[in-house]
């Protein structure tokens, strides 16, 4: 696939005429899918597809289109087909004054050894583990591909292969165990303490449920739960563009308003994380990117549009300008130790719909779910009814936050449409002092 792809590039550049330029960002994949229900395979599949983006620009012009290629050499025909159709489109749209390519050439490859045993091997593992579990979920493993290059001789490549295993246990009513296993490797130890742990909190679940009263509440926030919330914030928190708007969530943050705890250092770890280290208009992107340290505003992501627009220095970021390999440092406490800890009050597992209730304040809102336990004198004593919270970042992850744990969880968007996510997180559990139920 890969000399596939830059012999095409070649191609495109005898194509050009006078002062055309092109870009070329390919997205593929081998992927194997096995759907799990009742602890037995239900269906399996394979897709394989290859994704091309081919932008012709002609000064500050530019026109697109997206491509499905065969990988044969067939695909050259098309391109010639899609160059003379985009190239009598140029007249027609206007100059993009924030438009900003690399013009500084960087060849990158990075090229993971894919360790991953054969799927059907996979399969017999989880199966085993959950032999009398009521198993539902979805294995996706196998190869993901990036490919940059341009008119100016640039080629970067990226190849991974990784798993992701988006499941849960199922006990009688609604009583559900959910988890979210991935990597680069694979472990069939590992995922039978998954299972094993996972099914002690399923037979808790059959212990009658505590619903609180609304009010304030010690609580653990597992890697999961944490992730929840990093997400929400990731939707505008880091953008330098939503930042400079006055939308970010984290505007008071940025403007030195307010602060985070002393404890809360996250940043966005490119080196990392799973995603290629390239974007879509050829830049690079930093080994790391400082987001906050101790609490405090230290960095944001910043487009290649929105470099040129405000006139500073970009970070590669992707067009939406979220993180792709967010990374939170750990902290000191043992996992162990987190139930003593937490003495008592409330284990958080898995927090589900949540949304902004007062972006501004960066105030959230959404409910508890999913072997989610009420703790006395740090043992779990019963599954915590559905409750809803309604709690700002700012005491979460800021006054409120008492301490992260030392061990920390790699979590993979399990996302599928259209084609495999690769975004990660890296993350610890939370303790917290005081934690918002309102109903």
């Given at each position: 696939m890969r000399e596939h792809f830059f012999r095409l590039a070649d191609h495109l550049r005898t194509r050009l005429e006078g002062s055309e330029e092109f870009t070329l960002w390919l997205v593929a994949e081998q992927s194997d899918f096995v759907r799990f229900n009742g602890g037995k395979v239900r269906q399996a599949g394979r897709v394989e597809q290859v994704y091309l983006e081919f932008k012709l620009l002609l000064g500050n012009k530019h026109v697109s289109q997206n491509l499905s290629l065969s990988g044969?050499?067939?695909?050259?025909?098309?391109?010639?087909?899609?160059?003379?159709?985009?190239?009598?489109?140029?007249?027609?749209?206007?100059?993009?004054?924030?438009?900003?390519?690399?013009?500084?050439?960087?060849?990158?490859?990075?090229?993971?050894?894919?360790?991953?045993?054969?799927?059907?091997?996979?399969l017999n593992d989880i199966v085993t583990a959950a032999a009398g579990c009521d198993l539902v979920g979805i294995l996706a493993a196998g190869p993901i591909y990036h490919g940059f290059a341009n008119s100016l001789g640039q080629s970067n490549w990226h190849q991974a292969a990784s798993w992701n295993f988006d499941w849960s246990l199922h006990g009688p009513g609604n009583q559900a165990v959910k988890r979210g296993s991935a990597g680069t490797d694979w472990s069939a130890e590992r995922l039978r303490a998954e299972f094993a742990h996972a099914s002690a909190e399923l037979a808790l679940l059959a212990r009658t449920p505590r619903h609180p009263m609304p009010g304030s509440y010690r609580a653990y926030f597992t890697p999961a739960a944490v992730a929840e919330l990093l997400q929400v914030l990731n939707l505008d928190g880091f953008s330098e563009k939503q930042q400079r708007a006055k939308r970010s969530p984290l505007v008071r943050l940025v403007e030195g308003e307010a602060s985070l705890s002393p404890l809360l250092h996250l940043a966005e770890d490119c080196a990392n994380g799973m995603t290629p280290g390239f974007q879509a208009e050829g830049f690079i992107k930093p080994d790391r990117i400082e987001l906050i340290t101790a609490g405090r505003h230290a960095g944001s992501l910043v487009?290649?549009?929105?470099?040129?627009?405000?006139?500073?220095?970009?970070?590669?970021?992707?067009?939406?300008?979220?993180?792709?390999?967010?990374?939170?440092?750990?902290?000191?406490?043992?996992?162990?130790?987190?139930?003593?800890?937490?003495?008592?009050?409330?284990?958080?597992?898995?927090?589900?719909?949540?949304?902004?209730?007062?972006?501004?304040?960066?105030?959230?809102?959404?409910?508890?779910?999913?072997?989610?336990?009420?703790?006395?004198?740090?043992?779990?004593?019963?599954?915590?009814?559905?409750?809803?919270?309604?709690?700002?970042?700012?005491?979460?992850?800021?006054?409120?936050?008492?301490?992260?744990?030392?061990?920390?969880?790699?979590?993979?968007?399990?996302?599928?449409?259209?084609?495999?996510?690769?975004?990660?997180?890296?993350?610890?559990?939370?303790?917290?002092?005081?934690?918002?139920?309102?109903?």
């Open positions: 044969k050499d067939d695909d050259f025909a098309l391109l010639d087909q899609v160059v003379a159709d985009l190239r009598s489109a140029l007249g027609d749209v206007p100059d993009d004054p924030y438009l900003l390519l690399n013009r500084t050439p960087r060849d990158s490859e990075r090229v993971l050894a894919d360790t991953l045993p054969p799927t059907a091997d996979m487009s290649p549009r929105s470099a040129s627009e405000y006139g500073i220095t970009g970070t590669a970021a992707e067009g939406d300008e979220a993180g792709r390999s967010l990374e939170l440092a750990a902290g000191t406490l043992a996992q162990a130790d987190v139930l003593a800890a937490l003495g008592t009050g409330l284990y958080i597992a898995n927090l589900w719909y949540l949304n902004f209730s007062e972006q501004s304040a960066c105030r959230i809102t959404g409910m508890t779910r999913f072997a989610c336990f009420w703790v006395e004198q740090g043992k779990i004593v019963a599954p915590l009814a559905v409750m809803r919270f309604d709690d700002t970042i700012y005491r979460l992850l800021g006054s409120e936050l008492e301490a992260l744990t030392r061990e920390r969880e790699m979590l993979v968007d399990p996302g599928s449409y259209g084609a495999r996510a690769c975004a990660s997180v890296c993350l610890p559990g939370a303790l917290v002092k005081r934690f918002n139920l309102v109903s």
